[in-house]
């Protein structure tokens, strides 16, 4: 079956520091694949995403994700973490079965940026 | 531009019952896609329209359905209301279909089931 994972519920980061939010994906074929954050009281918004090409992503925000084909991995990184940067984030994979599409979501990862 | 707007934002209504939730898209949007987000479920798809006509569908039963108009606006209408319909819905518009674009979101309905 077509999956979305991010292992951690929760993670914690100082402000200043390095983030990583993990996603990996199960899905037959080539992955589109997307990070949407929700900021509380504000609607999802879109950060990024990879359909081909390079394997390093750039979005918005100062966000960035890696598509490893091998790992079936899409991790969302920024160098450095600002505590406006504390939401909760959302992979995605688009699933196709026959000529259906849909969209395959995480049960998303709650960032905490600490002063 | 103005963003995808959902009304009503919230919804109280009783088992049995039926609902019926609206979306406006981005202009220039043709594709409309609806979920549902609850806290054990996540963000579940329901439907997508494109050009007034169902294009892709998740794994919900019959009684989620939905129509899109000439200008993109889009219903969702849930019959026989259950407990368990109690979520977040939420609405979101894209410029073409299949997933290929990004999609911009709406602030959701809240709908309560008593």
């Known amino acids: 079956a077509q999956s979305v994972a991010q292992p951690e519920d929760q993670v914690n980061v100082a402000e200043g520091n390095p983030l990583t939010v993990k996603c990996t994906y199960s899905?037959?074929?080539?992955?589109?694949l997307f990070w949407y954050v929700q900021y509380p009281n504000r609607g999802l918004q879109f950060l990024l995403k990879?359909?081909?090409?390079d394997n390093l992503v750039k979005g918005s925000y100062g966000f960035e994700a890696e598509f490893n084909k091998s790992q079936t991995s899409f991790h969302l990184k920024k160098p450095s973490a600002l505590v406006s940067d504390s939401a909760l984030y959302f992979c995605?994979?688009?699933?196709?079965?026959?000529?259906?599409?849909?969209?395959?979501w995480g049960a998303g990862t709650k960032l905490i940026i600490k002063p | 531009k103005a963003g995808v707007t959902q009304t009503p934002r919230y919804l109280i209504k009783t088992r049995g019952q039926q609902v019926t939730l609206s979306c406006s898209p981005i202009?220039?949007?043709?594709?409309v896609s609806w979920y549902q987000q609850t806290p054990g479920q996540g963000l579940q798809f329901l439907f997508e329209?494109?050009?007034?006509?169902?294009?892709n569908k998740g794994n919900f039963p019959g009684r989620f359905s939905g129509r899109q108009f000439s200008n993109s606006r889009s219903e969702m209408n849930v019959s026989t209301l259950e407990l368990g319909d109690s979520a977040l819905y939420l609405c979101?518009?894209?410029f073409g279909e299949g997933y290929s674009y990004e999609q911009y979101f709406g602030p959701g309905t809240r709908l309560t089931v008593t």
């Open positions: 979101a518009s894209s």
């Open positions: 202009s220039g949007h043709r594709s």
């Open positions: 329209y494109f050009s007034e006509t169902q294009r």
């Open positions: 899905v037959s074929g080539n992955p589109y």
């Open positions: 990879y359909i081909t090409g």
């Open positions: 995605a994979v688009r699933d196709r079965l026959d000529s259906n599409y849909q969209l395959i």
